[in-house]
């Protein structure tokens, strides 16, 4: 598959889950990655994995919620590469309460991330696609950006402010040949997932994994390389009339 042969992809969370499958991914199909995340030992597990499927990937320390750390890695991928052509964010955390036990450094701590951090992404990215002639973003969204979590409020108004900034970014970088969308998983077996059951049941939740099973619609829990695939054709040509879409990945789940 050498369907971004040539191309340069950053992919943001790349040191664990659905990042991680995607930088894998998209060394496969030929693209030169860039994989950033905030864990150094973990990045390099990524870039192992991505020579060992005979792909091409250097690893940056990035929080990107931090806007100049997003605006170096972004320029430094300029320089080196000449463009950016897709972008991957998939960086993203949680936090599980009730929404009365939540603090005000919970709120923050998920916003920064999976909100103020999108923003950065965003704004530098499609900075760079303008200046380059075009580009495809793709964000990790949520199926709790429209499918009531219970105990996971601040994270599931993150995933649906994240879903706006997704469409808004899609209508203001169109007329620059960019094109912008959101994939929307639901449970996918990421370590996200496996925190999430394991604070449930430390919070008297009897939520496992054979429930989330049962409640599928498609009778299994998603793999990040599910997510992959996804991010992968949105990024592609054969989505090239595609942009501000949700592209659900989630089982069937928001049928339920």
Do not use: W
């Amino acid at each position: 598959m050498t369907e971004f042969a040539g191309k340069t992809v950053l992919v943001t969370g790349a040191t664990s889950g659905m990042g991680r499958a995607t930088a894998i991914a998209f060394a496969k199909a030929g693209a030169m990655v860039v994989a950033v995340g905030r864990r150094a030992r973990e990045g390099q597990e990524t870039l192992d994995l991505v020579r060992q499927a005979g792909g091409e990937a250097t690893f940056r320390t990035v929080d990107v919620g931090i806007e100049a750390d997003v605006a170096t890695v972004v320029a430094e991928i300029v320089a080196r590469h000449g463009r950016l052509d897709c972008a991957a964010n998939c960086a993203g955390i949680d936090a599980i309460a009730a929404l009365t036990d939540y603090t005000a450094a919970d709120y923050e701590r998920v916003f920064d991330a999976n909100v103020k951090g999108l923003f950065f992404c965003l704004k530098h990215e499609i900075t760079a696609m303008r200046a380059g002639g075009g580009g495809a973003i793709v964000n990790v969204g949520s199926l709790s950006g429209e499918k009531v979590i219970r105990g996971n409020g601040i994270y599931n108004a993150s995933k649906s402010a994240a879903n706006m900034l997704t469409r808004t970014a899609a209508l203001e970088a169109a007329e620059h040949g960019i094109r912008v969308n959101e994939v929307a998983p639901g449970p996918i077996e990421t370590p996200m997932l496996r925190e999430f059951i394991a604070r449930a049941a430390a919070a008297g939740s009897r939520l496992s994994e054979a429930d989330i099973i049962a409640a599928a619609p498609l009778k299994r829990i998603g793999a990040p390389e599910d997510v992959a695939a996804a991010i992968l054709f949105l990024c592609s040509a054969q989505a090239g009339f595609v942009t501000g879409a949700s592209l659900s990945v989630d089982g069937g789940f928001r049928l339920t």
